[in-house]
C-alpha cells in the first residue's frame, strides 16, 4: 500500500512539471506580462496604435490590456505577441497562426495583424534570462508547435 501512495503523486509532480515546462516554452515572456518592460511598452504600443482594431470580433485594445472576457483568446494573443517580440516566430508565422486560431482571414484581420508587426521595436530584446534555457531546450518555431 505505502508503493501506491508514492506512485501517484510522483506521477501528479511529473504531469505538473510538464504543463509548466510547456506553458513556459510556449511564450518565454508570458508568464512576465505586468514584469517584462518589454513585453508591457509593445502591448501599450499596440494598444494605443491598433487598439479600436478587430480581429474577429475581439478588439484588439481588449486582448492587449487584459481585459478580454474569454481568457483563452487573450493568453494566446499574448502568447503569440511575446513570441513575436522576441523573434521566435516571424511575422509571416505570426499572420498564419493569428488568422488560423481566431479565424480571421478577412481584408479588416490582415490590417490588424500588420499593424500589431508595425508597432514592434526595430530590433527584438532579448528573451528573459530565466527563459533562455528553456527556449534551448523547447524552441519555438510557430505557435501552432
Avoid at 50 to 69: K, P, R, T
Avoid at 112 to 118: F, G
Wanted: hydrophobic share 40%; charged share 20%; proline share 6%.
Amino acid at each position: 500500500m505505502p508503493a501506491k501512495l508514492f506512485k501517484l503523486p510522483g506521477r501528479a509532480l511529473l504531469a505538473g512539471l510538464a504543463t509548466a515546462f510547456m506553458t513556459t516554452a510556449c511564450a518565454p515572456d508570458l508568464m512576465q506580462v505586468g514584469i517584462s518592460r518589454d513585453l508591457d511598452s509593445y502591448m501599450d504600443r499596440v494598444a494605443k496604435n491598433c487598439g479600436n482594431m478587430y480581429i474577429n470580433g475581439f478588439q484588439v485594445w481588449v486582448l492587449a490590456q487584459g481585459e478580454s472576457a474569454d481568457a483563452s483568446y487573450q493568453e494566446y494573443f499574448l502568447d503569440q505577441a511575446s513570441m513575436l517580440l522576441y523573434g521566435t516566430i516571424t511575422p509571416e508565422q505570426y499572420i498564419a497562426d493569428m488568422s488560423g486560431y481566431f479565424d480571421d482571414e478577412s481584408p479588416r484581420g490582415k490590417k490588424t495583424y500588420q499593424c500589431i508587426i508595425a508597432q514592434l521595436p526595430q530590433n527584438a530584446p532579448a528573451l528573459p534570462k530565466a527563459y533562455r534555457e528553456v527556449m534551448k531546450a523547447a524552441p519555438q518555431v510557430s505557435g501552432n508547435d
